[in-house]
Antibody, heavy 124, light 113 residues
Framework: QVQLQQSGPGLVKPSQTLSLTCAIS??????????WNWIRQSPSRGLEWLGR?????????EYTASVKSRITINADTSKNQFSLQLTSVTPDETAVYYC??????????????WGQGTLVTVSS | DIVMTQSPDSLPVSLGERATINCKSS????????????LGWYQQKPGQPPKLLIY???TRESGVPDRFSGSGSGTDFTLTISSLQAEDVAVYYC?????????FGQGTRLEIK
């Protein structure tokens, strides 16, 4: 059974860096058919896709324009996981952050597997 | 950006009755070259992540009950639950993946009448 298990702090101070990790079981972060995504959800923004990574020798990363200068998604093949770093966060980025798997392709496609979600509050 | 607008925002339906949720995109999500609509549907229950129901507008994800069906093309799409069960109470979202950035609808809350 494929699962995504998220971990990371639930409280981040404004202007600091949000860091989350998504551990994969039952699939491989280097899969030829999957891409690994981060999505957030808040009452004000709704569901918002942030970015993805997949293995294409080397790794391919793609980010949404609104956070492109502040976001990094990395894969760790030794631990079979991927991570999100979002710098200089503001209180309106308080949201539930999800990792998710999608079918790899030119288009970002649909998300067939999701992590449990992490509520990240940006507050001093 | 493609704006996805769902209607209604809230939908009360009696158990066993049909539920119909609409999703309209601000521009077509139909690829003429591939003859596919780049649209998906998700179900989200409280405290849970979204769950994929439908992709390519009408292809049911493995394990999804056949009372869920998707239809439509171009800019107008529908998710239908043929006979509402208690466990179907949730918020439903549509998502376009035709162009970047991918976008989601605002959600439709389905409740028991």
């Amino acid at each position: 059974q494929v699962q995504l298990q998220q971990s990371g702090p639930g409280l981040v101070k404004p202007s600091q860096t949000l860091s989350l990790t998504c551990a994969i079981s039952g699939d491989n972060v280097s899969s030829n058919s999957a891409a690994w995504n981060w999505i957030r959800q808040s009452p004000s923004r709704g569901l918002e896709w942030l970015g993805r990574t997949y293995y294409r020798s080397p790794w391919f990363n793609e980010y949404t324009a609104s956070v492109k200068s502040r976001i990094t998604i990395n894969a760790d093949t030794s631990k079979n996981q991927f991570s999100l770093q979002l710098t200089s966060v503001t209180p309106d980025e308080t949201a539930v952050y999800y990792c998710a798997r999608s079918v790899r392709g030119f288009t970002i496609n649909w998300f067939d597997l999701w992590g449990q979600g992490t509520l990240v509050t940006v507050s001093s | 950006d493609i704006v996805m607008t769902q209607s209604p925002d809230s939908l009360p339906v009696s158990l066993g009755e049909r539920a119909t949720i609409n999703c309209k995109s601000s521009q077509s999500v139909l690829s003429s070259s591939r003859n596919k609509n780049f649209l998906g549907w998700y179900q989200q229950k409280p405290g849970q992540p979204p769950k994929l129901l439908i992709y390519w507008a009408s292809t049911r994800e493995s394990g999804v009950p056949d009372r869920f069906s998707g239809s439509g093309s171009g800019t107008d799409f529908t998710l239908t639950i043929s006979s509402l069960q208690a466990e179907d109470v949730a918020v439903y979202y549509c998502q376009q993946y035709y162009s970047r950035p991918i976008t989601f609808g605002q959600g439709t809350r389905l409740e028991i009448k």
